[in-house]
């Protein structure tokens, strides 16, 4: 094992300060290369043992040097079996020249913040005068960013990618294997049992998640809050039309299409007002490099002069085209033949099948998913975050945007395949395939159909059955699995630490028992409700009562998604953003969709005739959904122009305090000039 006594630090880094105080937690585990048994590591030789301890040493003296280098203190604790905890603090007079240089570079670069003037930095101030006045959120932010920006930006170029290590100027690599910041226990359970009693979130509310927990996090639950109360309306309208005319109603249909677009068109107004009030507008020129950015070169800007890092776009593009498309294309293949393959097994057992077994036959395609998704799942995940990777994203914002697009793939494979399956070939082709089966010998009797009831029947099990399971997988099971963990581990170990002698103790327990729990991966939320309203965009008109039951869900979703991130994940990393980033794109692809499958099935299954053969009457419908497909197809690009421009000319509340701020400012410089704004040039 690597030694780290505090006797090997210098005696800047151990300078007393709460342990209840600190801003980040650092997990070095020095044996993380080594042989994973004995037998293994008798194999590997002591050699190979000395090689990788040096090598932990050497990661070791590489990170405690960066800390230093970018002024931040820490305390070290060992946790046992070559696993050390760093508990790092930023000491005030770093954290103000950090505030002093983002607001600087905020106001620089127009961010929207009410203040239009540069900010004012006094250096050689005493700790005990510097006054900050910022939100816990930022403070984390600024200090991780000190943590990960890469040294030729001013950062420590701490990383947990191996890959890098060696490659770029980033250290600790694998042997890092967690950066973290403590949860603010007090603060969750007050904000938790707030909101479990209000029935819609206020605007304090958001701006309180924002305080906490970034910006990034804070639009998660702004746009939720925004989507569940737009789901007022189609709500309502579609309890009318399933009591009246639920058969494929054409008035639901178009009014699902125009809701999208105004509730797209809506949230990015709403988002516009959030970025300009949190001072996050244009907040993509202010955005640090990844310490995973891997430059081929470090160039003078031909303008201002400054070295800045390259990497060549044709590199990237050729990357994207020859390695990530033709990996992504192959993925969403094997995707589209193994749900394919487990939708027709089921379709096939439970309307088809008339053999022996047939009762237990049908549990074949939920044995196939369990055994087959799960896994994909986890193998795709990884497979697009190496494949973002090698594509050498710069920052943050486009490896998300790179990755979401990947995610995007499967999700809405695994997601929408089945019901474009049902609505578009085992429906209007019900008797035909019955004939084909029959005559092959797979089934004795021909005689019945498969009906639109069964795109209802399962558009309703995806919106209800799944939402629940997703919201019992995501909340529920954790926490129960954390208590019952810890139950464990109190009656393996007999409770031999006994209790806490003090509050620093207790905190470092804490903290090691957030260690265990997983990171918080906002983009899981946000494909949850993408998927939620294809489902409503795409299908609803087959089901009116689809918008109910979202709308039940998302006011159980905005509190469980706070729980689950308050009480089953570790805090989150607070980042800023100024919308949801490349959701809204996804959520305007499907919006145009929905308005082809709408029509298309609006036009295929009204007034359905079950005493007709299913293939006629589909073939017969086939031209009249071509024409009004592609009729409603146009329409909506130009009902999308005229929503989009009617919501944009209305200026939200941030813009109109932006001005007065600006006449404000303007007016204070004239004065002083001598010149009375009101009229002509003072005496």
Same mark, same amino acid.
């Given at each position: ?60 003296? &590489? ?14 604790? &060992? ?10 603090? %930023? ?119 924002? &305080? ?27 309890v009318v039309t399933y009591l009246l005319d639920s058969d494929y109603n054409p008035y639901f249909g178009l009014f699902m299409v125009l809701w999208g677009i105004i509730m797209i068109a809506g949230w990015n107004r709403e988002a516009s007002r959030w970025a300009s009030e949190w001072g996050t507008r244009n907040y993509s020129k202010l955005e640090k490099i990844r310490p995973e950015f891997r430059p081929e070169s470090l160039t003078s800007d031909p303008v201002t002069g400054e070295r800045v890092p390259m990497y060549p776009y044709w590199k990237r593009w050729i990357t994207v085209s020859g390695v990530t498309l033709p990996i992504t294309v192959a993925m969403a293949v094997v995707f589209f033949t193994v749900v394919g393959t487990i939708t027709t097994s089921e379709i096939y057992f439970k309307q088809y099948y008339d053999g022996p077994l047939?009762?237990v036959l049908t549990f074949v395609p939920t044995i196939l998913y369990a055994a087959c998704i799960p896994a994909l799942n986890s193998f795709y995940i990884s497979l697009a975050h190496k494949l973002n990777d090698y594509e050498n994203r710069q920052t943050d914002s486009d490896f998300d945007s790179s990755f979401t697009s990947k995610l995007f793939v499967f999700n809405s494979l695994l997601s929408f395949l089945p019901l474009f399956a ?67 581990? &109190? ?58 039951? %979202? ?14 991130? %308050? ?117």
């Amino acid at each position: 094992m690597v030694a780290v006594t505090r006797s090997s630090i210098q005696p800047s880094t151990t300078a007393p300060f709460p342990l209840q105080q600190t801003d980040w937690v650092i997990v070095f585990n020095a044996r993380i290369g080594y042989p994973k048994s004995k037998v293994a590591t008798t194999v590997a030789g002591k050699e190979t043992i000395e090689k990788e301890k040096a090598r932990a040493r050497t990661a070791w003296d &590489d990170v405690v040097t960066r800390l230093l280098s970018v002024g931040l203190k820490f305390q070290i604790r &060992d946790w046992g079996e070559g696993r050390v905890a760093l508990f790092v603090w %930023c000491p005030k007079s770093v954290l103000s020249r950090e505030v002093y240089r983002s607001r600087v570079l905020d106001w620089l670069n127009d961010s929207g913040n009410a203040a239009l003037e540069p900010p004012k930095f006094i250096p050689g101030q005493q700790e005990s005068d510097i006054q900050l006045d910022i939100t816990p959120a930022e403070r984390l932010r600024l200090v991780h960013e000190l943590l990960t920006t890469p040294t030729y930006e001013g950062g420590a170029g701490l990383t947990l990618e191996e890959s890098v290590v060696g490659k770029t100027s980033a250290v600790g690599g694998k042997y890092l294997e967690a950066i973290f910041a403590p949860h603010d226990v007090e603060f969750e359970s007050k904000w938790v049992k707030s909101w479990s009693k209000k029935w819609i979130l206020s605007h304090q509310d958001i701006s309180g998640i924002r &305080d906490y927990a970034g910006e990034k996090v804070a639009y998660y639950f702004a746009f939720l809050r925004y989507y569940f109360l737009s789901l007022a309306p189609p709500a309502a309208f579609g309890v009318v039309t399933y009591l009246l005319d639920s058969d494929y109603n054409p008035y639901f249909g178009l009014f699902m299409v125009l809701w999208g677009i105004i509730m797209i068109a809506g949230w990015n107004r709403e988002a516009s007002r959030w970025a300009s009030e949190w001072g996050t507008r244009n907040y993509s020129k202010l955005e640090k490099i990844r310490p995973e950015f891997r430059p081929e070169s470090l160039t003078s800007d031909p303008v201002t002069g400054e070295r800045v890092p390259m990497y060549p776009y044709w590199k990237r593009w050729i990357t994207v085209s020859g390695v990530t498309l033709p990996i992504t294309v192959a993925m969403a293949v094997v995707f589209f033949t193994v749900v394919g393959t487990i939708t027709t097994s089921e379709i096939y057992f439970k309307q088809y099948y008339d053999g022996p077994l047939q009762e237990v036959l049908t549990f074949v395609p939920t044995i196939l998913y369990a055994a087959c998704i799960p896994a994909l799942n986890s193998f795709y995940i990884s497979l697009a975050h190496k494949l973002n990777d090698y594509e050498n994203r710069q920052t943050d914002s486009d490896f998300d945007s790179s990755f979401t697009s990947k995610l995007f793939v499967f999700n809405s494979l695994l997601s929408f395949l089945p019901l474009f399956a049902v609505s578009w070939f085992f429906v209007p082709l019900s008797d035909a395939i019955g004939v084909g089966l029959k005559s092959r010998g797979y089934i004795k009797s021909a005689d019945f159909a498969v009906g639109p009831d069964a795109l209802s029947a399962r558009l309703a099990y995806f919106v209800l059955t799944a939402q629940v399971i997703n919201t019992i997988t995501e909340t529920v099971l954790p926490m129960v699995t954390r208590k019952a963990t810890n139950k464990y581990k &109190d009656f393996k170990s007999g409770k031999k630490e006994g209790t806490a002698k003090d509050g620093e103790e207790m905190f470092e327990r804490v903290i090691r028992a957030e260690f265990e729990q997983p990171e918080y991966r906002g983009y899981e939320d946000y494909a949850e409700m993408v998927v939620q309203f294809g489902y409503l965009a795409l299908f609803s008109v087959a089901w009116p009562l689809a918008p109910v039951a %979202c709308f039940v869900n998302n006011f159980i979703e905005l509190r469980s998604d706070a729980v689950k991130m %308050c009480k089953t994940t570790r805090r989150p990393t607070p980042a800023r953003a100024d919308n949801i980033g490349p959701w809204g794109r996804i959520l305007t692809l499907i919006s145009w969709l929905g308005s082809i499958t709408t029509t298309s099935l609006t036009t295929l299954y009204r007034r359905w005739n079950p005493s007709l053969a299913a293939s006629v009457q589909s073939s017969a419908r086939l031209p009249y959904i071509l024409l009004f497909t592609l009729l409603v197809e146009h329409l909506y690009f130009l009902f999308y122009f005229v929503i989009n421009s009617t919501v944009n000319s209305v200026p939200h509340k941030g813009v109109e305090r932006r001005r007065r701020n600006e006449f404000e400012l303007k007016k204070r410089y004239l004065g002083d000039a001598g010149i009375d704004v009101g009229g002509g040039r003072g005496e």
